[in-house]
């Protein structure tokens, strides 16, 4: 069995600050782990993906991801947030490959 | 190259009528995928499609809930019997499948629908 947890549900920052989304999982094997972001009224876009190569991760729009099997984390970071960033962020398990889990999302709001 | 496309965009029926979704994968792609998103929150697996075998059917919640694909290509999920509770997002996704190595999903843009 495989689950995601988001641990926040609403994140606010201002444009130009660090950008940390957070996400723990749990899995029995090796999994594959994937943020997704879902602008409004949109579909969903693969950032980026882990699948067992390097441990950090560089996605599309500056953000990256690092693998810690330590802690089973995979949280997505940003140096400095856009205002385009603001949008609904999924963090994504699959073990084996013919489903994904979801976490609950994280809303990012980015203030000016 | 033309991603997965999905009809209608938004649907409106009345309680107790029947709906059909409609997905067209992207060319080529093997694996066939149905999730729900209900209000402000993720996505629930519903069913998946592989190939020429049996779709894994897991994560329907009912039996008025059922889905058809013809071959690799396009897929129905049918619902029948409508209840306010299936009002949602009904996202589908397709991928390489087996044939790739991250199962990588590439996602429509979704249906909307609401049961009143």
């Known amino acids: 069995a495989q689950s995601v947890t988001q641990l926040d549900s609403h994140v606010s920052v201002s444009e130009g600050t660090p950008v940390l989304l957070r996400c723990n999982y749990s899995s029995s094997y090796s999994p594959s782990l994937f943020w997704y972001v879902q602008h409004p009224n949109k579909g969903l876009q693969l950032l980026l993906k882990?699948?067992?190569?390097?441990?950090l991760v560089k996605g599309i729009n500056g953000f990256e991801a690092e693998f810690k099997k330590s802690e089973t984390s995979f949280h997505l970071t940003k140096p400095s947030a856009h205002m385009s960033d603001a949008a609904e962020y999924f963090c994504v398990v699959s073990v084996a490959g013919n489903m994904l889990t979801f976490g609950g999302g994280t809303r990012l709001m980015v203030k000016p | 190259g033309a991603g997965v496309s999905q009809s209608p965009s938004n649907k409106v029926t009345e309680k107790g009528k029947d709906v059909e979704l409609r997905c067209d994968p992207i060319?080529?792609?093997?694996?066939l995928y149905w999730y729900r998103q209900r209000l402000g929150q993720g996505l629930e697996f519903l069913i998946y499609?592989?190939?020429?075998?049996?779709?894994?059917k897991s994560g329907l919640p009912s039996d008025r809930f059922s889905a058809e694909r013809t071959g690799e290509s396009v897929s129905t999920l049918t619902i029948q019997r409508t209840q306010q509770e299936d009002s949602a997002v009904y996202l589908c996704a397709s991928s390489w499948g087996f044939l790739a190595k991250t199962y990588e999903q590439y996602f429509g843009p979704g249906t909307r629908l609401t049961v009143t």
């Open positions: 499609f592989q190939g020429n075998s049996a779709p894994d």
């Open positions: 882990y699948t067992s190569a390097a441990t």
């Open positions: 060319s080529g792609h093997t694996a």
